[in-house]
Antibody, heavy 120, light 110 residues
Framework: QITLKESGPTLVKPTQTLTLTCTFS??????????VGWIRQPPGKALEWLAL???????RYSPSLKSRLTITKDTSKNQVVLTMTNMDPVDTATFYC????????????WGQGTLVTVSS | QSVLTQPPSASGTPGQRVTISCSGS????????VNWYQQLPGTAPKLLIY???QRPSGVPDRFSGSKSATSASLAISGLQSEDEADYYC???????????FGTGTKVTVL
């Protein structure tokens, strides 16, 4: 059974850097083809894909946010970390991490999500 | 910002059939398979359909997906009250080199 859980601050100030950790179980990020992605959802709005890291450390970023995002993995700890710089109130959202299966272009399952509010 | 376009809302009475469209382009739906997610109120999204028309284990067969050219559709037959949720299509975009989600459709059971 695959599970993922996001953790990090619930409140950050404008211009600060957000660091979120996705801790997972039930799979290994050293398994060929597997990936972990991050997706966010502002309150009442649609889902937006942010970043993805594969088992071989291949990284992909949303073109519109690429300059602000960094995704890394720690295979030994079963964790994936996302950092987003220069946070702004418009970045207030629920952030989800999710598993990408070998050979798939879909997210399954998802973590429960963590709400991050950007406010001074 | 969403690259894939969906109708904002859809509705039906219990037992009816509801269809949700997802319109994209040659760089996304035209070249890649489409997936659908269901997001019940206050919960995380859940994979509903993958690879255009495949259902994960546990998803009722009244949910079905299809794709044609640069568009995809999700159909819910025999609509039930528990189907009230937001639905999102998604796929990979070769031009953007990343995932793209639809604008989302809220399904209401009347």
């Amino acid at each position: 059974q695959i599970t993922l859980k996001e953790s990090g601050p619930t409140l950050v100030k404008p211009t600060q850097t957000l660091t979120l950790t996705c801790t997972f179980s039930g799979f290994s990020l050293s398994t060929s083809g597997v990936g972990v992605g991050w997706i966010r959802q502002p309150p009442g709005k649609a889902l937006e894909w942010l970043a993805l890291i594969y088992w071989d450390d291949d990284k992909r970023y949303s073109p519109s946010l690429k300059s602000r995002l960094t995704i890394t993995k720690d295979t030994s700890k079963n964790q994936v970390v996302l950092t987003m710089t220069n946070m702004d109130p418009v970045d207030t959202a629920t952030f989800y991490c999710a598993h990408v299966p070998t050979g798939g272009n879909w997210f399954d399952p998802w973590g429960q999500g963590t709400l991050v509010t950007v406010s001074s | 910002q969403s690259v894939l376009t969906q109708p904002p809302s859809a509705s039906g009475t219990p037992g009816q059939r509801v269809t949700i469209s997802c319109s994209g382009s040659s760089s996304n739906i035209g070249r890649n398979t489409v997936n659908w997610y269901q997001q019940l109120p206050g919960t995380a999204p859940k994979l509903l359909i993958y690879s255009n028309n495949q259902r994960p284990s546990g998803v009722p067969d009244r949910f079905s997906g299809s794709k044609s050219a640069t568009s995809a559709s999700l159909a819910i037959s025999g609509l039930q009250s528990e189907d009230e949720a937001d639905y999102y299509c998604a796929t990979w975009d070769d031009s953007l080199n990343g995932f793209v989600f639809g604008t989302g459709t809220k399904v209401t059971v009347l």
